[in-house]
């Protein structure tokens, strides 16, 4: 792309600014930042802080002094509650297919996409590259005429809908029951099922309603509705599990989790950078709770079985919640934050340090109080970093190189388990969370260290895949970056797996980083096919240049862009 007449960085500048920055009124300041999509009108913190630190580049801070310090202040305003939250502004709630068969949904803090036809609803992170959890695999049991019956729900699907209301969106699966006539006569309808799956824009709980209505002078017993989560560890292994606070050992097969009334059902991930998902069904109905377990002790499918009381039509109700180890709270709170850690706080941090490096250096126009305002937010993000335990490695590598730039030491027992991966749940060697972006920090982090040995095993783990991708009704093919063969697919993952080799090379070129041969010429080796593969996300818009966050195409993220920035400032 280096033949283009405009250089890269402008014009990637150029289409971020247009689509993707947001004026956010937020406590009585208009601040600016920057939006995960097109036209939404919430400030990212993963996006800001992505174009805040790329604009710490020496030339982009000379032709936009401005804007540099613009966004900086935009993540201040999000850490004015004392943490760094995932969002400000209007909090998004982005139906980007209401088709019942293609669903997607995304809000500020989750994504949800699957097939209603299907009974099927994925759930996953909003920016997350594994699969998250599935919401389907639910049943009906009955008695009928003198014989038992246990039904599936999803083949048995007549209808599916999405219906929009202010704040909410709500989805609809109904199943018409059939079983067998009595005394063996022709199949009968029993009744109507209903699933309805609530997303709400300001809260992270994803409501289901489950109502069962029996057809016309049909009753019958020991009604059942059956809710539950299937394929549950098809990502990453759900692997500890507990009912109302207390754990319950897991072993292979079909474990009862409790008997009777139950508030919360929580499965978990294994480590601190792990999944959590809750259920919490509405008081009294739920019958037991039980979980399929893999031979591997990974929960599979997890069932509550509940018994509402009633002749006529019944409901049950409960509340879901996907956490990942940095949200604490997923509500919206009065003034239009996404609460819960942001992520990509130690990007936050770097963004701060090297501002303030150009400061000092005179490279950045920076007013002293303002210099003085930003050592303190600096101050409070170091501490909480710091007091933060078992980092994800994008953090954790990030916070380094922000030590670094601010000429603070990082603890020896930090980078030894940097350097070992403790920290990173194996993720350098196994990419255990699945996440190139983890990956990419932590290889910036220990290059710059000249780190040999653990940048080497990092690179091993790094390849390419050919796996298949969908963008809409599109399904295809393509090369993707991998980690321990597993893809990531979004430009952001890509772009900052660029910048690590890049910043492999550098340190290699300047003598501070000695690899061997083998290693090397991995690192040199994939820095061209990463780099080729995002060169080929490029496309002209204008006067400006998005990157495509799909392999096939399609529109640019808020993320993508700001990390393609950082990566390419240096080219064109």
Request: aromatic residues 2%; charged residues 20%.
């Amino acid at each position: 792309m280096s033949g283009r007449a405009a250089p890269l960085a402008p014009a990637l500048l150029a289409h971020l600014l247009r689509d993707f920055a947001c004026a956010i009124g937020h406590d009585g300041t208009l601040h600016r930042g920057i939006a995960a999509a097109p036209g939404e009108a919430t400030a990212g913190a993963f996006e800001t802080a992505l174009a805040a630190e790329a604009l710490t580049h020496p030339a982009l801070a000379r032709t936009e002094p401005a804007l540099a310090g613009a966004l900086v202040e935009c993540l201040r305003a999000m850490a004015a509650g004392g943490t760094l939250v995932r969002a400000i502004g209007k909090l998004p709630l982005v139906v980007v297919s209401d088709d019942p068969e293609r669903l997607d949904i995304r809000t500020a803090t989750h994504e949800f996409f699957g097939n209603l036809r299907e009974g099927v609803l994925h759930q996953r992170m909003r920016d997350a590259t594994g699969p998250g959890v599935k919401h389907g695999g639910a049943m009906i049991e009955f008695r009928l005429w003198g014989r038992a019956h246990c039904l599936d729900v999803e083949d048995a699907i007549v209808e599916a809908r999405v219906d929009r209301a202010p704040g909410l969106v709500r989805l609809t699966q109904v199943s018409a029951i059939v079983a067998p006539g009595r005394f063996g006569g022709a199949p009968r309808e029993v009744g109507r099922l209903s699933y309805t799956y609530e997303i709400r824009a300001a809260s992270g709980w994803l409501g289901v309603t489950v109502r069962f209505e029996p057809a016309p002078g049909v009753a019958p017993r020991r009604l059942r509705l059956i809710t539950a989560c299937d394929g549950i560890s098809d990502g990453e292994s759900f692997t500890e599990a507990a009912v109302d606070g207390a754990p319950v050992p897991l072993a292979a097969g079909m474990v009862t989790l409790c008997e009777g009334t139950v508030a919360a059902v929580t499965l978990r991930q294994a480590g601190a950078a792990g999944l959590r998902l809750e259920l919490r069904p509405a008081a009294g109905a739920v019958v037991n709770a039980k979980l399929s377990v893999r031979p591997d002790a990974a929960a599979h499918w997890l069932v509550l079985r509940h018994g509402p009381e009633g002749a006529d039509a019944v409901t049950v109700a409960e509340e879901r919640l996907l956490l990942d180890h940095e949200i604490a709270d997923p509500r919206a709170d009065q003034r239009g934050r996404a609460l819960g850690r942001a992520r990509g706080r130690g990007v936050a941090l770097l963004a701060v340090a090297r501002r303030l490096a150009l400061a000092e250096d005179g490279l950045a126009p920076v007013p002293e109080a303002e210099r003085a305002a930003l050592r303190g937010f600096a101050a409070t993000l170091l501490a909480e970093l710091r007091a933060t335990p078992a980092l994800a490695a994008l953090d954790a590598g990030f916070l380094v190189l922000a030590e670094r730039a601010l000429g603070e030491a990082s603890s020896p027992a930090r980078l030894l388990a940097l350097e070992r991966r403790e920290a990173l749940g194996d993720g350098l060697e196994r990419g255990l969370y699945g996440t190139a972006l983890d990956q990419a920090a932590a290889i910036m982090a220990l290059a710059e260290l000249g780190e040999a040995g653990a940048v080497a095993r990092a690179l091993a783990a790094l390849g390419i895949v050919t796996a298949p991708v969908a963008l809409g009704g599109r399904r295809g093919m393509a090369e993707l970056p991998a980690i321990a063969g597993m893809s990531a697919e979004d430009a952001a993952s890509l772009a900052l797996l660029v910048r690590a080799l890049a910043c492999v090379a550098r340190a290699r070129g300047a003598g501070a980083l000695v690899l061997d041969p083998t290693a090397a010429a991995r690192a040199t080796r994939l820095g061209s096919l990463y780099t080729g593969l995002l060169d080929a996300r490029l496309r002209g818009d204008g006067d400006g240049l998005a990157v495509a966050d799909s392999a096939l195409g399609g529109p640019a993220s808020g993320a993508g862009q700001a990390a393609t920035l950082g990566a390419l400032a240096g080219r064109g």
